[in-house]
């Protein structure tokens, strides 16, 4: 079993709708969850940190579940500038050790 | 937030050339770097943890002589892909953690293309 994973995708929406990205971890004292968008050819770049007690960001809302083991990404309101590859990123306990998913990709249809 | 730059951003050679990519923390000092390979529509994968002052931590299945990692100081680390052949090329990013929340930023990456 991968240590991170994602919903496989690829994901075609349509401008304005809303689509949700889960992903599930598997070691259980991990401390740090983050999503980062990648766009092709490009670096990661961070896009929000994922706290127990759910944050938002503009169009952007994410949450995780300890219990459960998985962190969900939320995008309203979808536009075209949102496709991309998003990744589910996670980090041990001491914050240092980071394990990537192998990224959703979306794309955001006119 | 934290800025790391590489060099060179791409770069095509030889079969059995070594290539040297450098990695730059601009604002700020990184005593931990990473060293990360991406192959085509696949994820990240960390090669190795690059410490100032001190040998690398390589992931399992990395060759260690062939992806040699220096990190001199705190600002610069480099990845020496030596011998490269074919199966080499990727895009190689590096990364340093930084502010107080530990985030992890990335350098731009570095196509290599090996002929």
């Known amino acids: 079993r991968k240590e991170v994973e994602q919903d496989p995708g690829p994901f075609n929406v349509p401008e304005g709708a809303t689509v949700a990205f889960n992903c599930t971890y598997s070691n259980s004292a991990s401390q740090s969850f983050f999503w980062y968008r990648q766009d092709c050819r490009k670096e990661p770049k961070l896009l929000m940190s994922v706290y127990s007690s759910g944050n938002e960001d503009g169009r952007f809302t994410a949450q995780l579940n300890r219990a459960s083991q998985y962190i969900s990404l939320l995008i309203r309101d979808s536009k075209l500038s949102d496709s991309a590859t998003y990744l589910c990123?996670?980090?041990?306990?001491?914050?240092?050790?980071?394990?990537f998913g192998a990224g959703t990709r979306l794309f955001v249809k006119a | 937030g934290a800025v790391v730059s590489q060099h060179p951003s791409w770069v095509i050679c030889k079969s059995g050339t070594s290539v040297k990519i450098e990695c730059r923390s601009l604002d700020f000092q990184a005593t931990t770097m990473f060293w990360y390979r991406q192959f085509p529509k696949q994820s990240l994968m960390l090669m190795a943890t690059s410490n100032e002052g001190s040998k690398a931590t390589y992931e399992q299945g990395v060759e260690k002589d062939k992806f040699l990692i220096n990190h001199a100081s705190l600002t610069l680390s480099t990845l020496t892909v030596t011998s490269a052949h074919p199966e080499d090329s990727s895009f190689y990013i590096c990364s340093a953690i930084a502010g107080v929340y530990n985030e992890q930023f990335f350098g731009p990456g570095t196509r290599l293309t090996v002929l």
């Open positions: 990123v996670v980090k041990s306990t001491g914050g240092f050790k980071t394990i």
